[in-house]
């Protein structure tokens, strides 16, 4: 049996609220496995318990019930930490050191050795794009640079386990997709994965698995391409050349200057349709099968919780 | 590697950031400036007074170099902590493979390593002073040394009440502390004549026993009248400065260990 990178049990946690008046429920029960391997993606939107549920399994707070194994040990005892490379959110680091600085800072906490340390250090900034930045007091870094230096601090003891907290926040677009890139490569250096985000067009492209929380509870989790072929999927065809035959009438979505454009649940009705509409000479511009996107399906498990 | 060798490097690495950090900021050279500020004045107020130029310099120069160090202490080491936790720079240290006493710990090292090198500096800025005037004596490093003890001494202080306090609430609370050790070892002659019976005496006593004792480690005036320095003295000032910082060190990670840092 492979033993999961994080295996979280039904973790609670609160906070009080503001002047110690009220009581926040932000993790109301949350269990996640990760297998090893591959990109897991933590999705919710902003206040879901994504940031408090990483803290709780780095070790910086501390749940009121549910326990966190890290590779089946459990995460209380500090040394596991030796396996996870973390990036926190929005990173905050010390302004009045230059980025190689607190990378190699960062590299002797876990105990690398200089020569070793100098290699690496120089090798991260490099591949996060730093080059030539690093000489620079973090203080005069710009959002991005400090992410990237956040990122190169994270990947310095060359980690089984990365978690990072919203890895993309903070980048342009360009800066995303090297994030992007960076992200799928480790994978096929055959590491976990596991970060936040409510960027679901990031997540969409590289995960292999997702867990969506919202209001401190997993409201859906499971293999991404099975979550996005789950719900009913939908085809556009759009053609010319004839009237909307009187059968698919009813299918129309938009009809306009000879142009018409109808939607279909199924697959067979789609060959039905086709076929009927190439018999009457029309002339077909596009099939469309529409999936669910990931948007789509967190948007509506928003929508369920609201219900409850 | 073992767990003992990393969390040595560990308490190393910290450290030596602390310290970074500690001469990358301003309130240490704004502190230094008033230290040596203090110096110049001791100079100048030496021409005014009647008597020993000399001990004037020596006298106000050490009680200068004690209070300004005391003050970096303080002020330095009640942020140790809490301003780690209040600018969020603690969240990416504690997530690396370290137990949190290792943070504390190296955090008190590196301000003690800032604090003695100040403290060198400053003693050998009066030592060039002293020369001047034809009274130096190398008493002054030993009279350094106690100052180093009591600073060892503050800085737990100031350590401990920055792990579970603001820094406003924890600056109180380590001058308090800091008059207390000062005053402490005159309140039995003050305060128990006042007392009526023997039992309440005791019990005074006793608190007072319990109170931090400062004066065991000042020896600034023995040294500006000249006063022969008992045998023991210098062993007693260090057991006592070592195991008093030890206590609170200790103390703060225990209460340090457990906490949420949100
Ligand atoms: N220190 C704290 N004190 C009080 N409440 C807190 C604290 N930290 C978090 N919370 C509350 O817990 C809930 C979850 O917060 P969390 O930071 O985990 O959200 P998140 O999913 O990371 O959101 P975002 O996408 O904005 O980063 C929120 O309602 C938040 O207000
Ligand atoms: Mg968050």
């Known amino acids: ?308 | 590697m073992s767990r003992f060798k990393l969390s040595c490097m560990q308490v190393i690495a910290i450290a030596k950031n602390t310290y970074k950090e500690a001469i990358r900021s301003k309130i240490f050279y704004v502190l230094m400036a008033f230290a040596i500020a203090m110096l110049g004045f001791a100079v100048i107020l030496s021409f005014l007074t009647i008597g020993s130029q000399k001990r004037v310099i020596l006298d106000l120069g050490l009680a200068g170099i004690s209070f300004f160090s005391v003050m970096t202490s303080i002020f330095v080491g009640i942020g140790l902590i809490y301003l780690e936790i209040e600018k969020k720079t603690i969240y990416n240290v504690l997530s690396k493979p370290l137990p949190r006493a290792s943070f504390i710990v190296g955090r008190y090292f590196g301000l003690m390593a800032v604090l003695g090198i100040n403290l060198i500096a400053m003693l050998i800025i009066l030592s060039i002073a002293l020369l001047f005037f034809k009274g130096f004596t190398p008493m002054i490093f030993y009279a350094g040394l106690f100052i180093y003890l009591e600073l060892a001494v503050i800085t737990a202080i100031a350590i401990f009440f920055s792990s579970i306090a603001s820094p406003v609430l924890s600056a109180i609370c380590t001058l308090a502390f800091y008059l207390i050790g000062h005053t402490s070892s005159t309140f039995p002659e003050m305060l128990v004549p006042l007392l009526h019976n023997d039992i309440q005496k005791k019990i005074a006593l006793f608190f007072f026993h319990i109170l931090p004792d400062l004066s065991i480690l000042n020896v600034s005036n023995l040294i500006t009248y000249n006063i022969p320095i008992a045998p023991g003295f210098t062993i007693r000032g260090i057991i006592y400065a070592v195991l008093f910082s030890t206590l609170l060190i200790f103390a703060g990670c225990l209460f340090f260990k457990k906490r949420d840092l949100v």
């Open chain 1, 1 to 308: 049996m492979t033993k999961d990178a994080i295996l979280v049990k039904n973790l609670k946690k609160h906070f009080k609220g503001h002047l110690s008046i009220g009581r926040i429920e932000a993790l109301k029960g949350v269990n996640l496995e990760v297998k090893e391997g591959g990109i897991y993606g933590f999705i919710g939107p902003n206040g879901a318990g994504k940031t408090t549920t990483l803290k709780i399994i780095t070790g910086l707070i501390f749940p009121d019930e549910g326990e966190v194994q890290i590779f089946g040990k459990p995460h209380t005892d500090y040394i596991i930490r030796k396996d996870i490379g973390f990036l926190p959110e929005s990173p905050y680091f010390y302004d009045y050191l230059t980025g190689e600085e607190l990378v190699k800072f960062f590299g002797s906490l876990f105990g690398i050795q200089k020569k070793e340390l100098n290699e690496r250090t120089k090798y991260l900034l490099d591949l996060v794009g730093l080059k030539g930045k690093e000489k620079i007091p973090l203080r005069k870094y710009s959002k991005g640079m400090l992410q990237r230096v956040g990122l190169a601090q994270a990947l310095i003891n060359d980690a089984k386990l990365l978690i990072l907290d919203e890895p993309m926040s903070g980048l342009d677009p360009i800066g995303r997709r090297e994030i992007r890139d960076l992200i799928l490569k480790l994978k096929e250096e055959g590491k976990t994965i596991f970060f936040s985000s409510h960027i679901l067009a990031d997540a969409e492209m590289i995960c292999d698995e997702v867990a969506i929380i919202v209001k401190g509870k997993i409201v859906q989790k499971g293999r991404l391409e099975e979550l996005l072929a789950k719900d009913v999927q939908f085809y556009d065809i759009s053609f010319k050349g004839i009237e909307t035959p009187p059968e698919l009438k009813d299918k129309v979505v938009v009809a306009f200057e000879g142009y018409s454009m109808i939607r279909l649940k199924d697959e067979d009705e789609v060959d039905k349709a086709l076929a009927t509409l190439i018999n009457k000479g029309g002339k077909i511009m596009s099939l469309m099968p529409h999936k669910t996107s990931l948007e789509e399906i967190f948007l509506s498990s928003i929508e369920e919780k609201k219900n409850e």
